[in-house]
Nanobody, 122 residues
Framework: QAQLAESGGGLVQPGGSLRLSCEVSLGIFSAYALAWYRQAPGKQRELVASISHRGATAYVDSVKGRFTISRDNGKNTFYLQMDALRPEDTAVYYC????????????????WGKGTLVTVSS
């Protein structure tokens, strides 16, 4: 059973940057794939970025080239660096732990932190 705690959200102007962090309490952190999701008001939660236990990354098209997911296995923590933020990036961001499926896609556990709110507005 995983415990996840997000931090780093806030209010930022369009074009600005934020770095989200997720501290994870999990058996063997390095063995897990990890991911960031987001949920905007009135919309479904969507997978934004994932990183496999080997470090392979994947992103939703709307954030490619602007967001970077990374992990620090020594700290049981992973990150989402968000640059060139846009108003449409406004959402509550959640971190998640899981596995990489046989098809290479991320498969998450149904355990979530409280999320961290990112608001992009001038």
């Amino acid at each position: 059973q995983a415990q996840l705690a997000e931090s780093g959200g806030g209010l930022v102007q369009p074009g600005g940057s934020l770095r989200l962090s997720c501290e994870v309490s999990l058996g063997i952190f390095s063995a897990y794939a990890l991911a960031w999701y987001r949920q905007a008001p009135g919309k479904q939660r969507e997978l934004v970025a994932s990183i496999s236990h080997r470090g392979a990354t994947a992103y939703v098209d709307s954030v490619k080239g602007r967001f970077t997911i990374s992990r620090d296995n020594g700290k049981n923590t992973f990150y989402l660096q968000m640059d060139a933020l846009r108003p449409e990036d406004t959402a509550v961001y959640y971190c998640n732990a899981g596995q990489t499926g046989a098809d290479g896609n991320y498969v998450g556990m149904n355990e979530w932190g409280k999320g961290t709110l990112v608001t992009v507005s001038s």
